[in-house]
């Protein structure tokens, strides 16, 4: 007898089949047997997963050829609102996301009876059992990943060529403080190198990369012609803008440099020496631009490479520039040369190599743009072009960068006072952007590298409106990047004076040493200044960039102020060390100010507890490290002495021990992050 079609499904939805099997009230719920299914014993029921937390750790090592893997793409359709990366096909939807993604497959009706209205609309036929979803067809291996492997090889360039222009303008600021030394030659080279960077990031830089630029790529994918024609308008705008600057830069060089360092302009040698560097160096304004501009032009037509390697053309030019220099003359350490000594054709030589560096970076972007099939024609009609309303645009932008180079400002005049007053090699501006460049590499390599991968996903997520996955990527920028920015902070703590001794031994032993107790003080800023760089990326995920202006406000101020606290208690000898340790604390009040904005941005939840769990294991893991690499570091110093040999054996001994217990202590506390790092770097040995 075939069965009623009316009476089957009636008592399908039994309320008591999906609830709680511990939560059971034999009062209230009567019809279920205790007896013929007890509940589960105490203890052994899982809680259900909150909705939002960290995705568990994959049971292999990450790829080793991929330094920050750029995560998988999100599914199309539907399911865009799921956690990026998951499939609809494989994902099993329980608890919330059942209730909300599935809703419309399994309806729940209200009684018997809507069963039988539903037949009969069927003209009395059964329902129909619902078909099983085929399966998704297989991914190929090879073929439709154009687009990703393109992706990828790019991003792969880029980084190359941005690790390789870090490492060889490390080189370039051995080879000038070998050339210049590291008292008030080689401050008033530094600060005439300086200026021009800071004159076109004050004028023309912080609008261009922010709003010009965007428009620029906008028009690339808008304009019938590919946006050429902005282009030769933004290009023809940018060059005559430069070219007026540069002008009127020249000519007032000295008050430039009065008001760079007033310690310099005082003095009549210094000032000579500095005005004269100076005016072969603010040309270079006009190259910076033109090389921004035609690299934007370049990016927005999908060659990724040249801006990133032509700046190591500019760095080979200054190292063999200053190389002939050492040549003639010898180095610092052995010519004795000062400001008042160094010849006229010395001062020829540095200031056209330095120029003919930036121009050989800009003239190399010509070819490519030929390749590409773009010519620069120039043109006149800026208006009715979009052009004029980058000035309202870049307001927030222009201010940023004056509160950054307002608090820069400060610093080199205060730097560089304390350096004339100490009569020290090692303690003035030279040694404070060394031992910076040094303390910011870092930085620039792992932690930019690391939120590379994960900028999309944030600004996705916040497109949508998901700040728990924000809150999610967030958490995992820092932690993932902690795991080398914490030991590598330590290690500038315990290590930092052999290592300066060794790469800036041209420059003499006291000079050396300067500058690695200056790295010494900078050394534990790395942490806060890492975890603001992060932290920022939420708020530019959201289109915010006046909170980062407000924070960058106190930032500097802070900073600005303990420099000049420094600058009065401390002797002049130690006054630039505590600068060092001035900019790090600065940036501590920074990531706290910034903390408590996007913790509220976020709902209040910034995955904090987590966070600072990690970090605060991270730092017991270094601190043993840290004392017994630092003590094997310095015993080696006072005996074997602080030349190149004695340095090395230091900086080796010492790194081993201190990196060794750190991965150590890390992996008994059981440390994740530290796990997988382990994991990558057994991958990328072949184990």
Not at 138 to 151: I, R
Not at 314 to 334: D, H, K, P, Q, R
Not at 421 to 432: E, H, P, R, V
Not at 534 to 558: C, H, Q, S, W
């Amino acid at each position: 007898m075939p069965p009623d079609p009316y009476l089957q499904h009636a008592y399908d939805d039994d309320p008591y089949r999906a609830q709680d099997l511990t939560a059971q009230d034999p009062v209230d719920e009567a019809l279920y047997d205790r007896a013929a299914h007890p509940p589960p014993p105490p203890g052994t029921y899982q809680e259900p997963a909150p909705l939002y937390q960290q995705p568990p750790p994959a049971p292999y090592a990450p790829d080793p050829r991929i330094w920050a893997q750029t995560p998988p793409p999100e599914p199309a359709g539907p399911s865009r609102h799921l956690p990026y990366g998951d499939r609809p096909a494989t994902t099993q939807f329980v608890g919330v996301d059942d209730l909300v993604t599935r809703a419309s497959d399994d309806r729940q009706e209200p009684d018997a009876f809507a069963h039988l209205f539903r037949d009969q609309e069927g003209s009395g036929k059964p329902p129909v059992p619902p078909q099983p979803e085929p399966a998704p067809a297989p991914v190929p291996a090879k073929g439709g990943g154009g687009k990703v492997s393109g992706l990828l090889k790019s991003s792969a360039v880029m980084a190359a060529g941005t690790l390789v222009s870090r490492l060889t303008g490390f080189v370039r600021s051995l080879v000038i403080t070998a050339a210049l030394g590291a008292a008030m030659l080689g401050d008033s080279f530094t600060i005439a190198y300086t200026l021009p960077t800071m004159i076109y990031i004050l004028t023309v830089g912080g609008g261009l990369n922010s709003v010009f630029v965007p428009q620029l790529v906008r028009a690339m994918k808008d304009d019938e012609d590919g946006g050429e024609a902005f282009a030769n308008r933004l290009l023809t705008l940018v060059m005559i803008a430069l070219g007026l600057i540069v002008a009127a830069a020249v000519l007032v060089a000295p008050v430039l440099i009065q008001l760079m360092s007033s310690t310099i302009a005082d003095d009549v040698a210094a000032n000579s020496v500095a005005v004269t560097f100076a005016r072969y160096c603010l040309p270079t304004i006009f190259f910076m631009g033109v090389h921004v501009v035609m690299g934007q032009i370049l990016n927005a037509r999908g060659k990724f490479g040249a801006m990133m390697w032509t700046p190591v053309l500019n760095n080979i030019v200054m190292i063999i520039t200053f190389g002939l220099f050492i040549w003639v003359y010898g180095t610092s350490a052995e010519s004795q040369m000062g400001v008042d000594t160094i010849p006229p054709e010395g001062v020829r030589l540095l200031g056209i190599g330095t120029l003919l560096g930036l121009v050989v970076q800009s003239l190399a972007m010509i070819p490519y743009l030929r390749e590409t099939g773009f010519r620069f024609r120039p043109r006149f009609d800026w208006k009715g072009h979009g052009l004029g309303k980058t000035v309202k645009l870049a307001k927030w932008t222009v201010l940023f960068v004056l509160a950054n180079q307002a608090g820069v400002l400060v610093v080199t005049q205060l730097a560089t006072a304390a350096g004339k007053l100490s009569g020290k090699d090692g303690t003035g501006f030279l040694a404070y952007s060394n031992a910076q460049l040094i303390w910011g590499m870092p930085q620039a390599i792992i932690t930019v590298s690391v939120m590379a991968a994960l900028l999309p996903r944030i600004s996705r997520a916040a497109h949508d409106n998901d700040p728990g996955a924000v809150r999610d990527d967030i958490s995992q920028g820092l932690r993932n990047s902690a795991v080398a920015i914490v030991p590598v902070a330590f290690t500038f703590l315990a290590l930092g004076l052999p290592m300066c001794t060794l790469l800036y031994a041209s420059s003499g032993t006291e000079a050396a040493r300067s500058m690695g107790f200056i790295l010494m003080a900078f050394a534990l800023g790395l942490i806060p200044y890492s975890v603001q760089y992060v932290v920022l990326r939420g708020f530019y995920a959201y289109e915010d960039t006046r909170t980062p202006f407000y924070n960058t406000v106190i930032v500097a101020a802070v900073n600005a102020a303990a420099s000049a606290l420094c600058y009065v208690v401390l002797p002049a000898r130690w006054a630039v060390v505590g600068m060092a340790f001035s900019y790090g604390l600065a940036y501590a009040v920074g990531v706290g100010v910034a903390w408590r904005r996007l913790r509220n941005r976020l709902g209040g939840d910034l995955d904090g507890a987590h966070i600072v769990r990690t970090y605060a294991r991270l730092c017991m893991a270094a601190v043993p490290a840290a004392l017994v690499g630092g003590a094997v570091g310095f015993g080696i110093l006072e005996l074997v002495g602080t030349g190149a040999l004695g340095s090395l054996a230091a900086l080796i001994c010492g790194g081993v021990l201190l990196l060794g217990i750190f991965f150590v202590a890390a992996k008994k506390m059981r440390i994740e992050e530290v796990n997988g790092l382990v994991g990558m770097v057994r991958g990328r040995l072949g184990r």
